[in-house]
């Protein structure tokens, strides 16, 4: 990754770009001084941090790193719940190998759990949440399908969760934990979305999560692409049919390559906000 390279192409479609970069000197400071500690995996977190910042304008005292933590373990539990009423159940039909891989995703998760509560005090740590899957999707622990489109909203979701907010933990111990998280939380989601003869990656915002039923008093359904759309701010948090990438826009237009391939390459990151009341959709 050429980072002289990658500025030097956003100040020619933005000339005020090197000047928007230029308070974030001591940033920089930072990721040369303590060289070997950023990893790749970190790199390009590190870069959407900057690059969000930079043009986004955001105000606000940064929310502190046990907040984020609270956050991740509230969002953890909900994926192990989910997992273990899921495998509890004797009601869907799972063949032995997607109860072994099922298995492994929970027990991973369970891991999560264990390894944020022993990281955060716990007077910092979030109520303990009763979810009724159920309420929503009825069928959710007893149809096959269901159950593992519900997954992979939740994985799907998970995996931008982990990045709208990891760039918040620069500077600390946390961040590698945080990181390590995150790439389990992808590879659930890749093997969750094999199992249901998707692509390993996600396409655009393109869904074949069914469309979520709201109940009464709600009534109504909410598409099912929900989960890949924008964020607030949606220039921070755009949706997975993004083609833009620091700044940088129509990089597909003229070379005969689908747009789709583009925006299949990156992961988009997600706020807290979105997060929260995405995956609430799936237990109302």
Same mark, same amino acid.
């Given at each position: 990754?050429?980072?002289?390279?990658?500025?030097?192409?956003?100040?020619?479609?933005?000339?005020?770009?090197?000047?928007?970069?230029?308070?974030?000197?001591?940033?920089?400071?930072?990721?040369?001084?303590?060289?070997?500690?950023?990893? &790749? $995996?970190?790199? *390009?977190?590190?870069?959407?941090?900057? /690059? !969000? =910042?930079? +043009?986004?304008?955001?105000?606000?005292? %940064?929310?502190?790193?046990?907040?984020?933590?609270?956050?991740?373990?509230?969002?953890?539990?909900?994926?192990?719940?989910?997992?273990?009423?899921?495998?509890?159940?004797?009601?869907?039909?799972?063949?032995?190998?997607?109860?072994?891989?099922?298995?492994?995703?929970?027990?991973?998760?369970?891991?999560?759990?264990?390894?944020?509560?022993?990281?955060?005090? &716990? $007077?910092?740590? *979030?109520?303990?949440?009763?979810?009724? /899957? !159920? =309420?929503? +999707?009825?069928?959710?622990?007893?149809? %096959?399908?269901?159950?593992?489109?519900?997954?992979?909203?939740?994985?799907?979701?998970?995996?931008?969760?982990?990045?709208?907010?990891?760039?918040?933990?620069?500077?600390?111990?946390?961040?590698?934990?945080?990181?390590?998280?995150?790439?389990?939380?992808?590879?659930?989601?890749?093997?969750?979305?094999?199992?249901?003869?998707?692509?390993?990656?996600?396409?655009? $915002?393109?869904?074949?999560?069914?469309?979520?039923?709201?109940?009464?008093?709600?009534?109504?359904?909410?598409?099912?692409?929900?989960?890949?759309?924008?964020?607030?701010?949606?220039?921070?948090?755009?949706?997975?049919?993004?083609?833009?990438?620091?700044?940088?826009?129509?990089?597909?237009?003229?070379?005969?390559?689908?747009?789709?391939?583009?925006?299949?390459?990156?992961?988009?990151?997600?706020?807290?906000?979105?997060?929260?009341?995405?995956?609430?959709?799936?237990?109302?």
């Amino acid at each position: 990754m050429n980072l002289f390279q990658i500025f030097d192409s956003i100040s020619k479609v933005d000339d005020a770009a090197l000047d928007r970069f230029d308070t974030r000197r001591a940033v920089f400071g930072h990721m040369f001084s303590t060289g070997k500690k950023i990893t &790749a $995996a970190a790199a *390009p977190v590190f870069l959407a941090s900057l /690059f !969000n =910042k930079a +043009y986004a304008g955001e105000t606000g005292v %940064r929310e502190t790193v046990n907040q984020v933590l609270a956050y991740a373990l509230r969002l953890e539990r909900l994926e192990y719940q989910f997992y273990k009423q899921g495998l509890e159940s004797t009601s869907i039909a799972l063949s032995g190998d997607d109860r072994a891989g099922l298995q492994e995703i929970r027990d991973n998760e369970a891991s999560h759990v264990a390894l944020l509560e022993s990281v955060l005090p &716990a $007077a910092q740590q *979030p109520a303990l949440d009763n979810h009724r /899957f !159920n =309420k929503v +999707y009825t069928e959710v622990f007893n149809d %096959r399908a269901t159950f593992l489109a519900v997954a992979q909203a939740l994985e799907d979701t998970g995996v931008r969760a982990y990045k709208g907010r990891a760039a918040e933990l620069l500077g600390t111990d946390t961040l590698t934990v945080a990181l390590n998280i995150h790439s389990v939380e992808a590879r659930h989601a890749s093997h969750i979305r094999r199992l249901r003869g998707e692509k390993a990656w996600i396409e655009e $915002a393109n869904s074949t999560i069914p469309n979520v039923p709201l109940p009464a008093p709600a009534m109504g359904t909410v598409a099912g692409n929900a989960f890949y759309q924008a964020g607030s701010p949606a220039a921070d948090y755009p949706s997975e049919a993004n083609t833009a990438q620091g700044g940088l826009t129509g990089l597909y237009a003229g070379n005969g390559i689908p747009a789709s391939r583009y925006s299949e390459a990156f992961d988009e990151p997600l706020d807290k906000n979105t997060v929260l009341d995405t995956v609430s959709l799936l237990f109302l």
